[in-house]
């Protein structure tokens, strides 16, 4: 919960300005980017999501960064996409 | 993978290590505190005590939100989950973390209705599905977490949602940092400042540790480098006699952090008079509450909450470990009756707790040899 999980932007929800299909290590997921609406992210670009919420935007750079911190994590960062996996945000 | 590397790198890890060894004052101690519980577990992860001199010591502080719940507030919201038609929903996080009867875990095996969820919306989508049933979420964490929390009761409120409220336990770090500051039982050279809870809080709100404390903070990101380079800029400060509070990790953390976050915030919660943290006891002003404004989504006024106060067991010295006075393995109970699969106190439930950290990676006292970790 506390991790700062890196997502790939794929879309935005037509009917829902606030919501974005992201790709986190394979998996997509709806996330609410409703917190970046000063400087809001365009599809592939990269976001630092906080249980379910897109917090600033990263370089790719950062992203892969971050993920191979995740990765290394092991156990907690399962834990964590196993979580995302059961996400429904809608 | 070229772009980890830029942060991985041996080569640069023992020229920082050697340019920070050059600026270490003879004979002097230092003592550096990282408060954010993902710090502590990078430091171990990849053995960053060793690359340092001797006489640079990291202290791991309060950073894990999960650590800092009293068993109380456990009790509590096990209470409340355990009212008619009530489903508690909550982070995986928080699942195994002790109350004074069980976890969240054991009253889920009694028939209590707790579910493990991704984000606080996935509550909303709960509450929707079951309109005779009241949701509760567990609002745990820092301002990570915070403006989430915020942002669901607002879109609650746009959906006019009125089985869904929350029982807020959203802690704040500086008044943490505050505290640790005032105590007298240990004193602290610079900070190493949390990561990702700079990006909702900026960096200004540092400010007062170097004015009034005349200490140094560097907000450091969660690569080994990131961290060698924060002790580096930190030692850099303490040897030119500055103490200011920069940003190591300018590529995630804007200066005045994540304004539209902290307006949701502000919306929604309010500072409470007075907190209890396990471990560190009542702090003014550190923790957040529901608006009266939002009282329809305030658990704590929809339900009856016990609200009593429970000690930490004897044997657990969570708050000397929380504060940096004592390392995880000068514990008593320390990877003998407290362990992961059967914690005792909180720091070791959550792989952010300084206790699991050195659990897991087996590193029960500072060895000298440099592993090379760092690849």
Redesign the interface.
Request: aromatic residues 8%.
């Given at each position: 919960?506390?991790?700062?999980i890196p997502g790939e932007v794929i879309e935005f929800l037509p009917d829902q300005p606030d919501l974005a299909r992201v790709d986190v290590s394979g998996v997509r997921r709806v996330?609410?980017v409703?917190?970046?609406?000063?400087d809001p992210p365009k599809p592939g670009e990269w976001v630092?999501i906080?249980?379910?919420?897109a917090?600033?935007k990263?370089?790719?750079?950062?992203a892969?960064?971050?993920l191979?911190?995740l990765e290394?994590?092991g156990?907690?960062y399962a834990?964590?996409l196993e979580?995302?996996q059961?996400?429904?945000?809608? | 993978?070229r772009?980890?590397d830029?942060?991985?790198s041996a080569d640069k890890a023992r020229a920082l290590a050697a340019k920070i060894a050059g600026l270490c004052e003879p004979g002097r101690q230092y003592k550096l505190m990282e408060v954010c519980?993902?710090h502590t577990?990078?430091i171990y992860?990849h053995g960053l005590e060793d690359y340092l001199p001797e006489s640079v010591t990291l202290i791991h502080g309060p950073g894990?939100?999960?650590c800092v719940i009293p068993m109380g507030r456990v009790d509590d919201a096990i209470a409340l989950a355990s009212q008619p038609d009530t489903i508690m929903t909550s982070?995986?996080?928080?699942m195994r973390v002790p109350g004074s009867q069980g976890s969240f875990f054991d009253a889920k095996a009694q028939g209590t209705d707790i579910r493990?969820?991704?984000?606080?919306?996935?509550s909303l989508?709960i509450a929707r599905q079951n309109p005779d049933k009241r949701v509760v979420f567990m609002a745990?964490?820092?301002e990570?977490?915070t403006?989430?929390t915020a942002?669901t009761v607002l879109r609650a409120a746009a959906m006019k949602l009125d089985n869904f409220s929350v029982f807020c336990n959203h802690v704040t770090i500086i008044p943490a940092m505050k505290a640790i500051l005032d105590s007298p039982d240990l004193r602290l050279d610079g900070f190493i400042g949390p990561g990702?809870v700079s990006?909702?809080i900026g960096c200004r709100p540092y400010e007062f540790v170097a004015r009034d404390y005349g200490k140094p903070v560097v907000v450091a990101g969660?690569?080994p480098l990131d961290i060698l380079q924060s002790i580096y800029m930190l030692m850099l400060q303490l040897s030119e006699g500055r103490c200011e509070v920069e940003n190591q990790y300018t590529?995630?953390?804007?200066w005045d952090g994540?304004?539209?976050?902290l307006n949701?915030i502000n919306q929604v919660m309010e500072l409470r008079p007075y907190f209890e943290w396990r471990g560190l006891g009542f702090i003014s002003h550190s923790a957040m509450r529901v608006r009266p404004e939002f009282a329809a989504f305030d658990a704590e006024l929809l339900f009856e909450v016990p609200g009593v106060r429970v000690a930490d067991p004897k044997a657990c010295q969570c708050g000397e470990v929380l504060k940096g006075v004592l390392k995880p393995w000068e514990c008593k109970v320390f990877g003998t009756a407290c362990t992961p699969e059967t914690p005792i106190g909180t720091c070791m439930v959550?792989?952010?707790g300084a206790c699991a950290a050195y659990y897991n990676f087996g590193r029960m006292n500072r060895r000298r040899k440099v592993e090379v970790t760092i690849s």
């Open positions: 919960m506390c991790l700062g996330i609410n409703g917190l970046l609406d000063d630092l906080h249980v379910g919420f917090l600033s990263i370089d790719e750079a950062e892969a960064a971050a191979q911190f290394g994590i156990q907690a834990d964590e979580a995302l059961g996400s429904q945000i809608e | 993978m772009f980890v830029e942060f991985r519980g993902g577990h990078t992860k894990c939100p999960v982070f995986g996080d928080m493990m969820v991704y984000s606080p919306l996935d989508k745990i964490g820092f990570t977490t403006p989430s942002m990702h990006t909702v969660f690569e590529r995630v953390v804007p994540n304004l539209a976050a949701a959550s792989p952010e």
